[in-house]
């Protein structure tokens, strides 16, 4: 009769382990009650001792796995504190190149975007221009990355010593042991933005009489700044949350590597940044989508979900130029389906995502890098094209029409490479 509340306390105690640490008091305190309970007989006292060796087991272990499961936390959020967003990969890859970054987490601020361009327009017609990304790359170090305690302030300090002639950013960064990895990621997701571009005459106002802006009128002008758009058309509405990450299932369960712009049927997509069509037409997850690859290759936008029957441009095919600003599909809620030009998404919406490329063995399988792109579409919300339609075609072309350097020169090299290939 002993043997058997004995088993029951011993299970109980079993169960009730904790994952952390129990205060030792809790287990004496047990002990002690069940001392009171079997301390009557010789055998008893037996069961009263293999449970006492027992428990104390327990406590040691118990305090063992706590102890060495703090310290193991803490080394590693020591170690991530020093750690870089980037890192290498030190093996070759498949095309043979070696040391190129295989992993980054892209956590800026729209705030800190804004104001590292902002310092760029402000310098760049002086005598000490200042590369945005490259401010943005020492708040990373700063930061480790992490811009959630971003400060106004801490950017002004560093920018003020170059624009005051104080200090260069190479001084600056001569001691910064990972501001190479930084930059060069920073430079990955941001380097087609900001740049020279040259403004059109409005040849859409002549058929628009509700555009009668000035700069509808006169002869082609030379501007610097922000070249790169938000992907939704400018007039058009639209809400959106930071869903990177999330869950998703059909198929297979796995993580929202993008971010959902919820809108109407039909709202013209925009071109973010000047590439070509890389791919175009159906996958049962994004259902009808388009990928542009930027001409640095570094960058692959993917616009997805877009809408049934009229999902493109029509101009477009793989192999298309498109230039940043340009229409190039049209919102929906295609997807989910093995079966072609199917609406089983509940929400419309724009799916758009970026994935870096720092070698072309990234581009498909388990190395693939896609980034948040929530405080990215909050930046480009400042630069929004605006679109006009043609009731003949149904079609939407943007208004104002701009030269991109980019795409002028991508189209010499490929102009060229077809000569030589031709001889």
Partial sequence: ???????????????????????????????????????????????????LITLMGLAALTWY????????????????????????????????????????????????????YQYDLKSH?????????????????????????????????VAD??????????????DMKYFDYYNEAYQAVLGGFVGEYTILPNSSAQTN?????????????????????????????????????????????RQHLGHDMMGQIGTPIIAVESGYVECLGWNRYGGWRIGIRSFDQKRYYYYAHLRQ?????????????????????????????????????????????MQLIFDESQKDGNGEIWISCYELTRFLSQNRCEAVKDEATK???RIQDLIDPAVENYKKISNKNKITKQE
């Fill in 209 to 253: 009489p509700d555009i009668t802006t000035k700069e509808n009128e006169g002869a082609a002008k030379t501007a610097y700044g922000l070249k790169a758009f938000s992907p939704i058309a400018k007039g058009f509405p639209y809400t959106d949350y930071d869903d990177f990450g999330t869950s998703r299932s059909f198929g297979f369960r």
């Fill in 395 to 397: 079609e939407w072309h």
């Fill in 65 to 116: 796995q706590s102890h060495n499961s703090s310290s193991l936390l803490s080394l590693l959020d020591h170690s991530a504190a020093r750690q870089p967003a980037a890192s290498r990969n030190t093996e070759s890859s498949d095309s043979g190149r070696a040391d190129f970054i295989k992993w980054v987490d892209f956590n800026v601020t729209s705030e800190a975007m804004n104001d590292a």
């Fill in 161 to 174: 010593k170059i624009l005051n002639k104080e200090s260069t950013l190479e001084e600056i960064t001569k």
């Fill in 309 to 353: 029957n009229f999902p493109y441009n029509k101009s477009l095919k793989e192999g298309s130029v498109v230039t940043a600003g340009d229409v190039i599909g049209y919102m929906g809620h295609t997807g989910y389906s093995d079966k072609e030009n199917v609406n089983n998404i509940d929400i419309i919406h724009l799916h758009f995502g």
């Fill in 1 to 51: 009769m002993d043997f058997i509340p004995f088993l029951f306390r011993l299970m109980y105690f079993i169960q009730a382990i904790p994952h952390n640490l129990i205060p030792v008091n809790i287990y004496f305190t047990n002990i002690l009650l069940i001392l009171v309970l079997y301390m009557k007989s010789t055998f008893s006292k037996l069961i009263v001792s293999i449970e």
């Fill in 125 to 157: 017609d002086t005598d000490t221009p200042i590369d945005w990304v490259s401010l943005l790359a020492v708040m990373g170090v700063k930061y480790g990355g992490d811009f959630k305690n971003y400060k106004s302030s801490d950017m002004s300090e």
